[in-house]
């Protein structure tokens, strides 16, 4: 069993930048790659950006690269996603997953574990 608790949401103006974190407790055996996606309302929920545990390696969707970077910290058991240059278009909620599988995954199928997620709203 994973818990995740993601924290970090708000309300930035266009251009700005946030930090969310996500708070990972439980088997590190269920939690290999870690991701994070994102719902805006009236659409489905997609990916974002993942992180391989075990060597740092991430994956971006296309969408974000070169303004979203995620990282992990092994410390403080965190998993961060640092959002610059923000759109209203980023406006979503956004929510951490675990996975089982070594294999960076955008699909939510292969997400085991969810958090309740953490509102970020972007105004124009």
């Known amino acids: 069993q994973v818990q995740l608790t993601e924290s970090g949401g708000g309300l930035v103006q266009a251009g700005g930048s946030l930090k969310l974190s996500c708070q990972v407790s439980g088997s590190s055996f269920s939690s290999v790659v870690m991701g994070w996606f994102r719902q805006a309302p009236g659409k489905e929920r997609v990916f974002v950006a993942g992180i391989r545990r075990i060597d740092g390696g991430t994956y971006y969707a296309d969408s974000v690269k070169g303004r979203f970077t995620v990282s992990k910290d092994n410390g403080a058991n965190t998993i961060d996603l640092m959002m610059n240059s923000l759109r209203p278009t980023d406006t979503a909620v956004y929510f951490c997953?675990?996975?089982?599988?070594?294999?960076?995954?955008?699909?939510?199928?292969?997400?085991?574990?969810w958090g309740q997620g953490t509102q970020v709203t972007v105004s124009s």
């Open positions: 997953a675990a996975s089982v599988n070594r294999k960076i995954s955008p699909l939510r199928r292969d997400y085991s574990y």
